[in-house]
């Protein structure tokens, strides 16, 4: 446990920011989640929104910090990797 009063407050700041950011993190999950379903399902139109918005979303995570830039671009990479294909 913490012995000063520098490390509690960062302790007590750190709950606050994993429990706001949790909800950012379950909503873009449950995007990609989405994007996924639409692709495999084989509708494109739905595809391409589905994948629009999660990109778009992971976008903002990444802005917010919420989630590191190199990985918002890794999971944007591949679920466009998966649209082509389906495009293709």
């Not at 700041?13 to 950012?24: G, T, V």
């Not at 999660?54 to 918002?72: C, I, Q, Y």
Request: hydrophobic letters at 35%; proline letters at 0%.
């Amino acid at each position: 446990m913490a012995n000063n009063k520098s490390a509690l407050k960062r302790i007590r700041q750190n709950e606050k920011r994993r429990l706001h950011n949790r909800s950012y993190r379950n909503r873009t999950r449950t995007l990609v989640k989405k994007a996924r379903a639409a692709i495999e399902s084989g509708d494109l139109q739905d595809a391409r929104e589905a994948t629009h918005a999660a990109m778009r979303d992971l976008d903002k995570l990444a802005s917010r910090g919420v989630v590191h830039k190199r990985n918002a671009a890794r999971r944007k990479s591949r679920l466009m990797k998966q649209l082509n294909l389906l495009e293709a």
